[in-house]
């Protein structure tokens, strides 16, 4: 979330509701007091690498709607669970083989390589 959802209630919301913490950024006041305990908490230990890794998590949702589609086929909530379960499933898979070939093609290169400059090797030894 950003400065716009600065609010000490969706703090509080955030906090003792869903029993996570709130990673919203205190918005700069002409007021040097900051007011609300939780945005009082957060102005004080603001973790701002933590903050700016959430493009990953944007990111991953986005290749999910962009690969899954945005709509869910399940009508039940229970299914749709499941249903998302599975999307992330497949994308981690994929992209687990996708890595996988991709580091036994760059170890195929490397080996050709290797193989080839010992036969440009042989080939120097006989002529001369």
Known sequence: MDKGYDAEGLHELVREDLKAYSLIPVRDRKRKRIGGR?????????????????NLIEMAFSVLKRR????????????????????????????????????????????????HSVAIEVSIVFYL
């Open 38 to 54: 939780y945005r009082r908490e957060l102005s004080r230990e603001f973790d701002e690498r933590t903050y700016h890794r959430r």
């Open 68 to 115: 899954f589609g945005e709509s869910l086929k399940a009508r039940k909530y229970r299914y749709q669970v499941k249903e998302i379960k599975i999307k992330i499933l497949i994308y981690n898979l994929d992209r687990w083989i996708n890595r996988k070939m991709l580091v036994v093609l760059i170890e195929e290169f490397y080996r050709a390589q290797n193989t």
